[in-house]
């Protein structure tokens, strides 16, 4: 007897049915939070170039403040003469971030690439098209600490994405939300 109309009487057919529903929900948080820092990166960037051509705003004394500068290079300024590579390894980084949310079932790995893919593109768009020419531009960078390298929004993504996936591994969370079983003693 069915509980109610058009309920299956076959407790496998609901498993089934959650998987395939958490994996659209677990796609959409990666698609939404790739938008939303994306857009979060390419926003703080432009109100950068607008409001401190003219000079450094101190925002907590001398420990925060926005300074605009442009990197060519990787992290720390690495790598100033290999702008071109860069700009190829984040083009590779976007491809493999994609291909691997085809499979991602966990809020975790899609809050992690979700940050990874908008940080990486928002970086990627300043090589693109930024100065001094096109694959070789310079990264808009402008959040100041003392004694570290002025950073963006891009950078805090990647940074905390890979956090995340540090933590996701360390919980033994599969990118398809499954857990690795443990070892009995």
Known sequence: ????RGASLNSSDQVDQVPARRRVDTRLVFAGIALLAYAADLGSKQWALASL???????LGDWFTFHLT???????????????LFT??????????????RRV???GWALALGLLLGGVGGNLTDRIVRQPEPFH???VDFLMLPNWPVFN???MCINVAAGLI?????RGVALDGSRESQPES
């Open 105 to 107: 079932g966990s809020t």
């Open 70 to 84: 442009f990197n060519p290079g990787a992290a720390f300024s690495t790598g100033t003469d290999f702008t071109i």
């Open 1 to 4: 007897m069915q509980a109610a």
């Open 153 to 155: 929004v891009a950078d």
């Open 88 to 101: 190829g390894l984040a083009m590779v980084a976007v491809v493999v971030v994609l291909w691997l949310s």
């Open 53 to 59: 051509a003219d000079g450094d705003i101190p925002v």
């Open 166 to 170: 540090i933590l996701q591994t360390f």
């Open 137 to 139: 531009g310079h990264v």
